[in-house]
């Protein structure tokens, strides 16, 4: 197995939207915010080659949207989907599996592309089957009222529509220790219905793609849960057991939304768990 970051684009978002009730003096330490109380954020994915398969979870928030959708997002930089598979020697064709942690925009925005005549949406990656589940597909097809604008037919129907849909299957735990993808999956609830957040051992060490569970290295601490979540007790909850493990087990994080830190270990301490160090991914793995 290879592990590979991809660098799908960056953007930003409301800093305190992002932090919840936890005051701008405190987050603005970690995630400082421009003029407009907009902050960096990163749509960084991953790319896993294991045998025949080459799996790219999640994909950024694509390129299909209108010019005032992207204007609430203040696009920035120049990282691109496209762009970051051919640094790495691959196509969007040779993606046999789109595994995606759950379907806000943001993270799955590039399954699906116009058509060659711009009339409709299909697949982006042609040769891909698509995963989620099923609890969470049912509650993304059908909305509550709060994420109603996170979750975007455009991006989601194409998927079942081709054929290429496809959903993990859950027991009643939370966690599965490996998945047909090659990789756990642990379930969290908080931020949104069934996220899914792999867990990957690559090279003696453990890796959590973690998703929005704990966006960015300013989120670690405990209560630094975002305004986005549906259920943030829940949250506290699931960080807390998330967190302890992640300490006691010598896990690794990779952020998924982190513009400026990709990978950090973590250590108890009496305040509880906080950061250790940070790294980029090469410094881990070196090639």
């Not at 995630?31 to 080659?49: F, G, K, Q």
């Amino acid at each position: 197995m290879t592990i590979y970051p991809v660098e799908t684009g960056n953007f930003k978002l409301d800093g305190g939207a992002m932090f919840g009730v936890v005051p701008k003096v405190l987050w603005n330490k970690t995630n400082p915010a421009d003029a407009n109380n907009m902050i960096d954020l990163a749509a960084r994915c991953l790319l896993v080659e294991n045998g025949e398969k080459l799996i790219l979870i999640d994909n950024g928030l694509g390129n299909k949207q209108s010019e005032k959708f992207f204007s609430y997002y203040y696009l920035w930089g120049d990282h691109s989907l496209d762009g970051s598979l051919k640094k790495l020697g691959f196509h969007r064709n040779d993606i046999t599996d789109v595994f995606l942690t759950h379907l806000h925009f943001d993270h799955c925005g590039g399954s699906v592309q116009w058509n060659k005549d711009r009339t409709g949406y299909e697949p982006a990656f042609k040769n891909a089957r698509f995963w989620t589940n099923k609890n969470h597909w049912e509650w993304a097809t059908i909305p509550n009222a709060r994420e109603k604008a996170s979750f975007l037919e455009e991006n989601l129907l194409p998927m079942q529509e081709s054929g290429q849909l496809n959903f993990v299957e859950q027991d009643k735990t939370s966690f599965i220790e490996k998945s047909e993808l090659g990789f756990g999956i642990h379930f969290v609830d908080g931020h949104t219905e069934k996220q899914m957040l792999p867990h990957i051992h690559y090279k003696d060490k453990t890796i959590v793609f973690v998703a929005d569970l704990v966006p960015t290295v300013g989120h670690i601490p405990l209560s630094y849960v975002m305004g986005y979540d549906t259920r943030p007790l829940l949250t506290l909850e699931e960080k807390a057991k998330f967190l302890n493990d992640a300490a006691e087990n010598d896990w690794l994080l990779l952020f998924e939304h982190d513009a400026h830190n990709e990978i950090c270990s973590l250590k108890k301490t009496e305040k509880g768990v906080r950061l250790d160090e940070l790294y980029t991914f090469n410094e881990i793995f070196k090639p």
